[in-house]
Each structure stands twice: as C-alpha cells, then as structure tokens.
C-alpha cells in the first residue's frame, strides 16, 4: 500500500516562503503524477502544482511565478517551494499521487493521499 509522508507546512508572514515535500513508500514502481491539492475553509480541494513521471508541470493560475514544485533527490518524491505566500494561499495542503496501470485492456487510475498540511499565512 502507498503512504504518502509530507513534512513542512506552518506559519508564515505574508510573503514568505515555505518548502513542503512529498516522500512515497509502499510501492517500487514509479508514480505518474505527484503534486498537492489545498483546502482553504468553506472551500473545494484545488490542485495547486503537480508534476509527472515524465517531466509535465501543471500548476494553478494562481500560484505561477511563486510556487515551484520538482523532483526530490529519493525516487517518488516531489518539492513544492512555496515563495511570496498571501493570506489567500492558507489552506491544508494534502500530497497526492497517481499511478496508473492497464489490466486486460482496461485502465485504472489509482489515487493516493497524504493526511495534510497546515499553511497559515498570516502577519
């Protein structure tokens, strides 16, 4: 079974940076997306930043020329450095990974996520 382990997160005065990471275990093969989603209160779960097994960045209107996210030294890991963060930017923010197989023709896509991580940006 995948876990999805993320350390980083806390408060920070508005802008600020913060670095949040992404380590995956449980799994030997190699994960095709890795990103994270946030949470603010009252308010649905948007992708932030993700990046694919092949070197594919997407990221949220939002958060472009701020927020860089990239591969870990440690195969399945993802960085996402977090610069000039706003009030707007608070949110838990949750890991999530991708892997997706074909079996008898068929494919499947299976989700993986990570508990969160609280980001308070705030003076």
């Known amino acids: 079974q995948v876990q999805l382990v993320e350390p980083g997160g806390g408060p920070v005065q508005p802008g600020g940076s913060l670095r949040l990471s992404c380590a995956a275990s449980?799994?030997?093969?190699?994960?095709?997306?890795i990103g994270w989603y946030r949470q603010a209160p009252g308010k649905q779960r948007e992708l932030v930043a993700a990046?694919?097994?092949?070197?594919?960045?997407n990221y949220t209107d939002s958060v472009k020329g701020r927020f860089t996210i990239s591969r870990g030294n440690a195969k399945n890991t993802r960085i996402l450095q977090m610069n000039n963060l706003q009030p707007e930017d608070t949110a838990v923010y949750y890991c999530?990974?991708?892997?997706?197989?074909?079996?008898?023709?068929?494919?499947?896509?299976?989700?993986?996520w990570g508990p969160g991580t609280q980001v308070t940006v705030s003076s």
């Open positions: 990046l694919t097994s092949g070197g594919i960045t």
């Open positions: 999530n990974a991708v892997r997706k197989v074909v079996s008898s023709g068929t494919p499947f896509q299976y989700d993986y």
């Open positions: 449980g799994t030997i093969f190699s994960l095709d997306v």
